[in-house]
């Protein structure tokens, strides 16, 4: 069973940026794809971004506006999200997925088959 650790969460400032890290100790991430997730206090949960298991293509929620990145090292089988400019409404417990499902299928409708315990991000001043 895939088992994903996120890290890299924490405190941040308005304005600051954090890079989260998703990996998969023993298992090996490269048939993958690779979605990051939040949730909110008292929200549901939303997709933020999706990674082919290649890297050849990526998926961004719109309410982004181009602040976050996701990336993956596959022969570190870790993936990873920067986010910069960071805003007291990106305040969230993150979640990272996979599934052997390409993004367009599995990641919109936040279907994913294996999940995180998530980290928190809080920003604040």
């Known amino acids: 069973q895939l088992q994903l650790v996120e890290s890299g969460g924490g405190l941040v400032q308005p304005g600051g940026s954090l890079r989260l890290s998703c990996a998969a100790p023993g298992f090996t991430l490269d048939r993958y794809a690779i979605g990051w997730f939040r949730q909110a206090p008292g929200k549901e949960r939303e997709g933020v971004s999706c990674?082919?298991?290649?890297?050849?293509?990526?998926n961004y929620a719109n309410f982004l506006q181009g602040r976050f990145t996701i990336s993956r090292d596959n022969a570190n089988n870790t993936a990873y999200l920067q986010m910069n400019s960071l805003k007291p409404e990106d305040t969230a417990v993150y979640y990272c997925?996979?599934?052997?499902?390409?993004?367009?299928?599995?990641?919109?409708?936040?279907?994913?088959?294996?999940w995180g315990k998530g980290t928190l991000v809080t920003v604040s001043s």
């Open positions: 990674i082919a298991s290649s890297g050849g293509s990526t």
């Open positions: 997925a996979a599934d052997s499902r390409p993004c367009g299928y599995s990641f919109y409708d936040g279907s994913m088959n294996y």
